[in-house]
Each structure stands twice: as C-alpha cells, then as structure tokens.
C-alpha cells in the first residue's frame, strides 16, 4: 500500500467520543506527504487520571480547542480517497465512529487497515507488539510515544514495511 493516511487519537477518558487530540499523516506514492496534529476539545469534557499519566494532556490543554466536528472539517479533505491505516484500528475505527455518531455527522465508512494485526501475522517472534515495539522493529526510533502525531508517523512508517 502506497496510498493512505495513518491516524491516532487520544482521549481524556475511557469514552471512546473523548478524543483529545489527534495525528494524522498523510502518505502518496509510498512517501510522507503531509501531517497533522490538532488538540480537540473532548466530549465528555473530563480527564481521568489514567489518560493523563499516558498521554500527559489535561483539561487546561484542551479548554480552548476546537470541537470535533471543526477539527474534522480540517481533515476531511486531506482524507479524500484514501483508506485510513492504525495500530489497534478497532481503538481508533472506534474513537471515530463514536464522535461522527455524538455529533449527528454522517459517517463516511472510510476502509481501516490495522498495523497491529499485520505486524502479529507478519512479524513473529517479537516479545510484544505494541506500537513503540514494532516501529523499532521496523527501523522507526518512536521518542514521543502517546503523543498523537507521533505516534501517526510510526504507524505510517509500519504501514510501508509490512501493508
């Protein structure tokens, strides 16, 4: 696959329409071609402590974001054409079904390709295959791993060794 656009969320809590932030990046022709990294101001608007000692955002970050639905509005165009590719894409597949549901936004079925599911059928023997293991693996060095955009680019560099 030479064409698609990885994505990664974050979220406050353990609601999955708590997106927080989001990384997208943008590959064509096997190369990265553009990325993307916004805050988003998440619904419900709380932060459990767990979220936040993975990700290390909280409430203040967010205050003045800007909704999903506005934040999609941004991304939707760079999205246009191309299967969207994550590391737990059920997590991620989730996170976007339920925002596009909470706000009332007609779901356009984008095609989800799961890097943590190729990466088990593909790559054996590994001690575990989480997202920082396997872009190692993959000759990608992860320094910023739960930071959404940073860990959209592992994603996409995973994505072009083993998709």
Known sequence: MKDFAAIDFETANRERTSVC????????????????????HPYPNYYNRFCTEVHGLCSRDTEEAPSFP???AEIAPRLEGLPLVAHNSPFDEGCLKAVFSHYGMPYPDYPFH????????????????QLHTVSQ??????????????DAEACARIALKIL
Do not use: E, Q
């Open 70 to 72: 506005d934040v999609w």
């Open 21 to 40: 932030s989001v990384g997208i990046v943008i590959v064509r022709d096997g190369a990265v071609a553009d990325s993307f990294y916004r805050l988003i």
């Open 114 to 129: 799961c890097t943590l599911r190729a990466a088990r059928r593909m790559l054996k023997g590994l001690p575990n295959y």
């Open 137 to 150: 693996v993959c000759g990608y060095d992860l320094l910023n791993h739960h930071h959404a955009l940073a």
